[in-house]
């Protein structure tokens, strides 16, 4: 059974940082990739970043492009999220998830529809 758990969120001001982390037990070989996604009471869950396993491609949405960087190692099941810049836009619960032949690439996610996802993380950016 596969679980992931968020942890890194908070409140924080204009400008700080935040690093967040998704850490995953039960992956298999079946298991490519691992995507970052955001939610606010207004908006719908969305994919911001996504990182594979295997090649290392990674995608950003527009609105974090140069200011978040993704990173990850399946040897030891961990996916961050570093936040940098950040702006009261951002603030959002923020939720990794992956599936069975889930995959990556510069473009954004595709194959299976995310399946696992962790139970959330609160990031507040106050102006």
């Known amino acids: 059974q596969v679980q992931l758990v968020e942890s890194g969120g908070g409140f924080v001001q204009t400008g700080d940082s935040l690093r967040l982390s998704c850490t995953a037990s039960?992956?298999?070989?079946?298991?490519?990739?691992v995507g970052w996604f955001r939610q606010t009471p207004e908006k719908e869950r969305e994919i911001i970043s996504c990182?594979?396993?295997?090649?290392?491609?990674?995608y950003y949405e527009d609105s974090v492009k140069g200011r978040f960087t993704i990173s990850g190692d399946k040897g030891k099941s961990i996916v961050h999220l570093q936040m940098d810049g950040l702006t009261p836009s951002d603030t959002a619960d923020y939720y990794c998830?992956?599936?069975?032949?889930?995959?990556?690439?510069?473009?954004?996610?595709?194959?299976?529809?995310?399946?696992?996802w962790g139970q959330g993380t609160q990031v507040t950016v106050s102006s």
């Open positions: 998830a992956t599936a069975e032949y889930y995959y990556c690439s510069p473009y954004g996610s595709y194959g299976s529809q995310p399946r696992y």
């Open positions: 039960g992956l298999t070989e079946e298991y490519f990739a």
């Open positions: 990182f594979s396993f295997g090649d290392g491609s990674i």
